[in-house]
């Protein structure tokens, strides 16, 4: 059975770090292509960011360039999000997902993780 | 980056009630088109892929269709458990990018 259990999100000041962490299990965890798509409270879902099975390629929504880092530990089975520079729009339930690969470079999400909240306020 | 637009924002029908849901693309996106359906509380549960192939183990009264620009995904026949809200997602161009969604209500 496929599992996906985020961590690490908390209350932090504008400004702040957070490490966000997404365990994976019940599936071969190198194979697949990662995403964080988070979801402001009360709003739609919006893609954050994503990462091929090796980690060899990242990609951002441009909002979050240069703020967010994306990458995997796959002798871990674990996806991570360092967010620095963290502002109020970042509010959010921040869920990780796996893709499933529709052709070279395009995939879709077939499995989500519950959420961990990150709520960024003074 | 590809706008979705969604249509309705909310929709109120009864059990057993037609519906359908509209998803349009700012550009062409080919059939690259995801749909979910996510329940309060919960996280989004994955239901169309590739505009009309329905995810293993989704009830066949879902339904999507179309290409390009214009989508629309269906539900023959709803039940109780549809009642929730649906989300399109395109995955033709970076970044992936989701419709507002579509809240379905009981009438």
């Known amino acids: 059975e496929v599992q996906l259990l985020e961590s690490g999100g908390g209350l932090v000041q504008p400004g702040g770090s957070l490490r966000l962490s997404c365990a994976a299990s019940g599936f071969t965890f190198s194979s697949y292509a990662m995403s964080w798509v988070r979801q402001a409270p009360g709003k739609g879902m919006e893609w954050v960011s994503g990462i091929s099975g090796s980690g060899g390629s990242t990609y951002y929504v441009d909002s979050v360039k240069g703020r967010l880092t994306i990458s995997r530990d796959n002798s871990k089975n674990t996806l991570y999000l360092q967010m620095n520079s963290l502002r109020a729009e970042d509010t959010a339930l921040y869920y990780c997902?796996?893709?499933?690969?529709?052709?070279?470079?395009?995939?879709?999400?077939?499995?989500w993780g519950q959420g961990t909240l990150v709520t960024v306020s003074s | 980056d590809i706008q979705m637009t969604q249509s309705p924002s909310t929709l109120s029908a009864s059990v057993r009630d037609r519906v359908t849901i509209t998803c349009r693309a700012s550009q062409s996106i080919s059939s690259w088109l995801a749909w979910y359906q996510q329940k309060p509380g919960k996280a989004p549960k994955l239901l169309i892929y590739?505009?009309?192939s329905l995810e293993s183990g989704v009830p066949s009264r879902f339904s999507g269709s179309g290409s390009g620009t214009e989508f629309t995904l269906t539900i023959s026949g709803l039940q109780p458990d549809d009642f929730a809200t649906y989300y399109c997602q395109q995955y033709n161009v970076y970044p992936w990018t989701f419709g507002q969604g579509t809240k379905v209500e009981i009438k």
């Open positions: 997902a796996k893709g499933v690969v529709a052709v070279a470079g395009r995939y879709y999400f077939d499995y």
């Open positions: 590739k505009a009309s």
